[in-house]
């Protein structure tokens, strides 16, 4: 019986070529074998549903697949499914083993072993091992497992050829024991071994594909399977002794609250002035006013003014004000792409030093009073980048609670790099103590939105489990390649959204729409936020790109309160066109529709609410911004302190 | 007694994970139940930082409140 499955990953491979898969734990150095193995042309596909990509490319005859770093395989994540997927068919595994973390390690190897494919374990990282005084008879260990054990040092080409030339010797290794009977009886009924063990350790989504129910034995395989991995490594391992170096130190200090505040205040710092002074004023500056408004844009209205006048109809869909070939390529590339770049090169150093679980272990504790937990960290960082971006990386938070007030608290109160250019601008006209305000509103916005929908939405967040690997310097090649598969993926999947918003825009405002929307908006803009009528204009240009909505406040004459009224209220609006478009892919459209209103009003309140807040306490002309600050931070609390009392009688009413 | 209630730098054994998935998780890290860690770091009302051999494990607050734990 022929079992086909669809996977997700769409490879062209032909019957005869071996796939051979390099699977491997998180950073364990898997892309260093993937790039020695590969020539030159390596081919990136996207896993529909996530933000993975699964590189692969050919070894002499054979098809080399890489596989996202996992600890076992199952459907916990997105990375394990795939991982998952690809590993049970394949023809051989080269499974990268990390000689430091050898117990860790050889679970997904016994794992990978137990469902029957040929294996070639490489022993990765001997040399830091060995500094580390561990020991490892990796012949001993070969014969544990049936499998061949190539001790390594990829990052200086030590053992790689070997490991090429072992390849076609892969072995199938001794499995778990007392898992063939087990596995006998199922591999009858779904066809391979692979899905058979996976089957019986529960995994829902292979036990559906054959229309069975999941096994139940998850427990006693997983508690075997480390049984076995434990005294392998009693047998195989020798420590020589073991000292606390320097990186184990540091480490330690950057998830201590005390030490660990001011490290990550300096990286972000760092990252502020790399990203926020170098590239979003001097890179953008080239790539989006001289590359794209001065060479690109006249060039392409030029070609189109020759089929189609500019002024009709089709010509401003295309090339006009917010044209598909005009605005849309300027904002994405000139403008947010080298920003998008710079944002996922921090993130690949962070994470490739190890430094990344260590930041999530800081704020764990802050983000899970908001209902995320250390991991929401990353689609936080990133929303400083590009919210839309930022929606996208939500995918990888654990539960979809979590990504339901993670997407809710980007797109209120995140000001992406775009707008944060030209907020920064204006606030530098106020003075400090209104920036000051003005952070103080926005961060209080972002506490009180995340507190009170932890409070109201019901289920519960899931908690923070990681792994904490050791501190390591990045290898600069390999961040550079993680930011340049990234951003690639960004651009994929976020051009035809900015295509679409840039066709929505112009739709509303060649029908005349936008004017409608800004002329609806005046009353609240005047009589709630005490703003001049054209400000609303501004606001509905927020929509359009989140900077032209602070950018068109400049050419307005306000007072410094009234500036900062606004910016607080367009930083908490809605969202630029491409991120709400991200919001209803990513989301129903019923929650994307609630999210998207809920943010206007609340962008509204706040906004609304300073502007009071500014009237009651002036006397003259003088307004005394710090009562107004504190004002403000109070009413928060006490939204909070409301919202926690009333869920208290709701619940007690229940029970009743 | 549980995770949570650990001292810096106390030994202790794992009884009992009840989340399903966390104690896969768990086994895969080398922390199966009935294995002997330490507990490495404790950050003021946030995540517990545990240590086996080699290999430092971080849980949140609510997960190390679930976990029965025995001191050796």
Redesign the interface.
Known sequence: MAHCHDTGLKLAIPENVKKIVLAGNPNTGKSVFFNYLTDLYVDVSNYPGTTLEISHGKMDEDVIIDTPGV??L?S?NDEEKIARDIIINADIVLNVVDA??L??DL??TQQIIDTGVPVVVALNMVDEAKR?GIEIDYQALSSLLGVPVIPTVAIKGQGLEKVKNTLHSATKGRITPGLKKSLTDLINRVGSQGEALLVLEGDEVVASRHGILPGKE??KV??E??KR??EITAEVLKEVRQGASFATTLG?LM???VTGIPILALALWLMYKAIGVFVAQDIVGITEETIMIGMYEPAIKGLISKYVTLDSILGQFLAGEFGILTMAPTYLLGLLMPLVVGFYFFLALFEDSGYL?RI???T??VL?SLGL??RAVIPMILGFGCVTMATIVTRILGSDRERRIAIFLLGLTIPCSAQLGVIVGLLAGVGIKLTIMYIVVIFSMLVAAGTILNAILPGKST??????P?LRIPRLANVLKKTGVKSYGFLKEAAPLFALGAIIITGLQVTGTLEVIQNLLAPITVGWLGLPKEAATAFVMGIVRRDFGAAGLTSLSLTSMQTVVALITITLFVPCIASIMVLFKERSKKEAAIIWSASLVVAFIAGGTVARLANIFSTGNEVNIFAVTIAFVLLSIGAIAVTKISRKKLFSTFRV | MKLENLRRGQSFRIISIPDDIVRAQAIRFGLAEGEIAVCEEIIPAGPIVIKKNRQEIVLGRGLAKSIQVELI
């Open positions: 600890y076992g199952s916990f430091v973390h117990e860790r679970f997904l580390q998850r427990d997983y508690m399977r480390r991995v434990n330690r998830i201590k609250p679980p999530a272990t800081l764990d504790r899970s937990n250390g908690d923070l489990l990681i792994d904490l050791p």
